[in-house]
């Protein structure tokens, strides 16, 4: 019943940027603690970035002077704006919304950093 819709990925060279966005249905969006994840093949699914329900962010250390996590309460929308990537941003992420003991994660969207 619940769907996320991820977008925003595709091709990016290294030193660009691009957002990515998850819309959620405004039934859970307000109530919603939000993060973003990503896995890279052949490895486990990392904890990138979350966002309180305050809009209070907190990234992974590594990347917090490159990624913002940021939401939009208007547009139902959360968004992960990455600059300056590198190789190993090559991933698929994923957001996640946890709304009382639920969770709810989006499809996956695929970034890929070429040289």
């Known amino acids: 019943q619940v769907q996320l819709v991820e977008s925003g990925g595709g091709l990016v060279q290294t030193g660009g940027s691009l957002r990515l966005s998850c819309v959620a249905p405004g039934t859970i969006f307000g109530a919603s603690t939000m993060a973003w994840y990503r896995q890279a093949p052949g490895r486990p699914r990392d904890w990138v970035a979350t966002i309180s329900r305050a809009g209070i962010p907190q990234p992974l250390n590594s990347l917090k002077d490159r990624f913002t996590i940021s939401r939009d309460n208007a547009k139902n929308t959360l968004y992960l704006e990455m600059k300056n990537v590198k190789l190993e941003d090559t991933a698929t992420y994923y957001c996640?919304?946890?709304?009382?003991?639920?969770?709810?994660w989006g499809q996956g969207i695929q970034v890929t950093v070429t040289p």
């Open positions: 996640k919304f946890v709304s009382g003991n639920d969770e709810y």
